[in-house]
């Protein structure tokens, strides 16, 4: 209990250091908007190897940049979705979802998309991935592929997950609860419940 105490207040000054240290940072910064799109709302983005990649509210589903954002273009073919609000990257292939809709995965840098029929459920609510491991949270569980979304299986990981961060071996998911962790890829989970009686919004790790 003492060691789980500590981390909640080593977690929170982080927190708080980090927003600090964002307001003082975001004072300098200039922000100037994009050339699109404009198609829709924008729900989520990503980036891979020389690419944006932004998914949209509407049935076009999801556009690319190569430019840092100048210019875009629609890269949907393929893509059965009536919009995309998570996306994810994993070792060069790139995922999109849509709750009640599952996964689409592409491997060449979203020029033409394919359905994940492997995931069990196609209710997913949130996708992180770094160059090893993806995840994707569902109605029935946490799932993890680690051959670039081929084959999944199940974690021992909370249920009711909103949020994933991954930085490398350490998970982070925001559920009903709070916030759970791992530190190794998900194999087991420590401190779950730090935060308790909050639903986190979003996760993510620095550094």
Known sequence: MAGLTCMRKQLFVSIVISVCAFSVHAQTLHWNPTNGPFQGSINCYTSSLNYL???TSDSEG???SSDD???????????SLPG????????GSIFAG???YGIFRSSDSGNTWSHVS??????VSALAANKNTCFAATDIGLF???DKGKSWGTTAGPS???CIAVQDSLILVGESSGIAISRDYGGSWLNEGVFFGSRPLSVSTVG
């Open 160 to 162: 009711g997950v909103q």
């Open 98 to 100: 849509y709750y009640g």
């Open 144 to 146: 993890r592929s680690t």
């Open 69 to 79: 954002g100048v210019t875009w273009s629609w890269i949907g073919k393929g893509l």
């Open 53 to 55: 990649y932004a998914g």
């Open 62 to 64: 999801i556009y690319r």
């Open 84 to 91: 995309v609000t998570m996306l994810a990257t994993n070792g």
């Open 118 to 123: 492997s995931l069990k459920s196609k209710y």
